[in-house]
């Protein structure tokens, strides 16, 4: 017998559990406990790679560092590193490093000890929360619009830079080389600036960096 290519496509488009066949996903009886299964997955216990994930996957808990991409999911980190491309997703308690978010929401997160250029690009429509971003070269560039809330930005050589939208409210800026470096648009309100060689530098939009999304 032919299997029909929408049942192939659910089979073969996701790294599956150990504890759950394959053949459970189009079997009557046990269609919903599988898609209960899938709607929560443990890296690396369940999956070894967050880019094959099934479409029904809402959220991903971290218990090791993660290296690769990932899009469309709720990561709730438990401090580990995420590096890679990220779109669509809602990080909570990770450690950002050399990574590209796009259209991603943070909430207690860290973007720290990068020695590159810049640690982490910000591209698209992004939102952070309580984040605090330390100990870098560049801490972040951000590309598009991006909302900055309650956010700590400290002993950076720049804490950040803006060549799109950036918006900070309740924010703290101290101890570094260069606080800010806006060439693009800026709108702050209670944004506390302590102890930088520098705080804001002003220039005109320059061209964009080299480890850029869309290059």
Not at 60 to 82: D, F, K, M, Q
Request: aromatic share 6%.
């Amino acid at each position: 017998m032919t299997l029909p290519y929408d049942v192939i496509r659910v089979l073969f488009a996701f790294v599956p559990y150990d504890d759950m066949k394959r053949w459970m996903l189009v079997d009557k009886t046990m269609y919903a406990l599988a898609m209960q299964r899938l709607r929560s997955v443990r890296y690396p216990m369940d999956v070894r790679c967050l880019k094959s994930l099934h479409p029904v996957t809402e959220h991903v808990s971290l218990h090791a560092p993660y290296t690769g991409n990932l899009s469309n999911v709720r990561v709730e980190g438990n401090g580990h590193r995420i590096r890679g491309i990220v779109r669509r997703c809602c990080l909570i308690n990770c450690h950002i490093y050399e990574a590209v978010l796009i259209h991603c929401i943070l909430m207690r997160c860290s973007i720290a000890d990068g020695a590159l250029a810049h640690n982490v690009e910000t591209n698209g429509d992004c939102y952070m929360e309580t984040v605090d971003i330390h100990d870098n070269v560049k801490g972040l560039i951000n590309m598009g619009y991006l909302r900055m809330v309650d956010c700590t930005v400290t002993n950076n050589i720049t804490g950040l830079e803006s060549r799109g939208k950036l918006t900070m409210n309740h924010c703290t800026v101290e101890d570094n080389s260069v606080g800010m470096h806006v060439c693009g648009d800026m709108v702050r309100e209670d944004v506390a600036m302590h102890n930088n060689t520098i705080n804001l530098l002003r220039t005109q939009p320059a061209r964009p960096v080299g480890r850029c999304w869309t290059q």
